[in-house]
């Protein structure tokens, strides 16, 4: 095992097996602590920073966040090896326990930028900027990508891709198994849309055996996630970790032999408020951060009822437990 990618402390699992997908305007400093308090084993990865942010804008607003999201990864945008490693130093430098590339997305402003998927056709490129950051940082450098771009779906483009980032150096390889389309698909038609071909993944890792593979896309429930763990090193979740949040209930018991750390979303509620109480103390805006956390009660009753009062702009000047209180009365005392 490369030294750059130690065990998860206190598992004796790889820090890849399980993981919360980087989600722009999501996975943000708050959204990334209310996971903690469901899963403490899980990787968090941080959304999508571009160079640009880093090197020309407000470095602690992109890079802060709290001592109890490790581990952390901070996900890059970016093409310029020279721009690519001097973020991975900050990265560093901002104690992130891992830094990555993103190849995977396929949003027309991130293809302006001459980044995200659209570099899935450039390898080499790809390969000198993964070389590039490794000789800047410890840290481990990863690379997220798809398995294909536009109606390329030859195994062999993905295949090739992999050998050549590889030969670079990186180890650890978080595959979104649908091809990105750059033209005439939104990124969200992009999420849905190109079919999911896990078969493909799964042959990386059979031809790539010493490589850390994870596998993304459409993934939800504890049975699936123990499903692909059979054929590959690691599972990433995305949007069902976000708007079902209680789904990650027991990956740390069923997938890290560790204790689940929260024993009810009433727990779950209660660790958040007094987070929530913390961000109004310091003059930020606790609704801003509550928005992550409207999916807790997702499928109990009263859930409706529940988000709504916590949605209900009127109350965003209140303090956050008067709210509690007004949202916990209204889900216990109706349906929703």
Known sequence: MDSKQEQQPGTGFSPWRLSVAPMMDWTDRHCRYFHRLITRHALLYTEMVTTGALLHGDQPRHLDFNAEEHPVALQLGGSEPEDLAACARLAERWGYDEVNLNCGCPSERVQRGAFGACLMSEPQLVADCVKAMRDATALPVTVKHRIGIDRIESYEFVRDFVGTVASAGCEVFIVHARNAWLQGLSPKENREIPPLRYDVVAQLKR????????????????????????????????????????????????????????????????????????????????????????????????????????????????????????????????GG
């Open 207 to 334: 031809d790539f055996p010493r490589l850390t593979i994870a596998i993304n896309g459409g993934l939800k429930t504890l049975d699936e996630i123990a499903a692909q763990l059979l054929k590959v090193d690691g599972v990433m979740i995305g949007r069902e970790a976000y708007h079902e949040p209680w789904s990650m209930a027991q990956w740390d018991s069923r997938f890290f032999g560790a204790g689940d750390p929260a024993t009810s979303r009433d727990d779950v509620e209660a660790r958040w408020l007094d987070y929530l109480d913390r961000v109004h103390a310091s003059g930020r805006s606790w609704a801003y951060a509550m928005r992550h956390a409207l999916g807790l009660w997702n499928g109990t009753p009263g859930a409706r009822r529940w988000r709504q009062v916590w949605s209900d702009h009127r109350l965003k000047t209140l303090p956050p437990r008067e709210v509690a209180a007004q949202a916990t009365a209204a889900r216990r005392g109706q």
